[in-house]
Nanobody
């Protein structure tokens, strides 16, 4: 079992920055990649980006590239999503997910474990 808990969301103004955290516990050694997804009101859940526990390149959706940065700590138990220059369209519930797939992929079905989500609301 792997447990994921997101935190760091909140109500912010456009142009602000946030750092979301995903704390992982349990059998994290059974997973290889962690991804961030978001679901905006009335929209499908969408891939934001992801990173491998072992390091290497992070991957991002084109829609967030340049403003979002994903990183992990060296203990392999926390992954972060840094969001700069927040826009109202970034408003969504943000989810952390873990996969045993070897590479970061955007496919929801490849992720076996999900956190409860953290709400990010951006006002104009």
């Amino acid at each position: 079992q792997v447990q994921l808990i997101e935190s760091g969301g909140g109500l912010v103004q456009a142009g602000d920055s946030l750092r979301l955290s995903c704390a992982a516990s349990g059998r994290t050694e059974s997973t290889h990649t962690l991804g961030w997804f978001r679901q905006a009101p009335g929209k499908e859940r969408a891939f934001v980006g992801g990173i491998r526990w072992s390091g290497g390149m992070a991957s991002y959706a084109d829609s967030v590239k340049g403003r979002f940065t994903i990183s992990g700590d060296n203990a392999r138990n926390t992954v972060y999503l840094q969001i700069n220059s927040l826009k109202p369209e970034d408003t969504a519930v943000y989810y952390c997910a873990a996969s045993n797939y070897l590479l970061v992929v955007p496919n929801i079905e490849k992720y076996d474990y999900w956190g409860q989500g953290t709400q990010v609301t951006v006002s104009s």
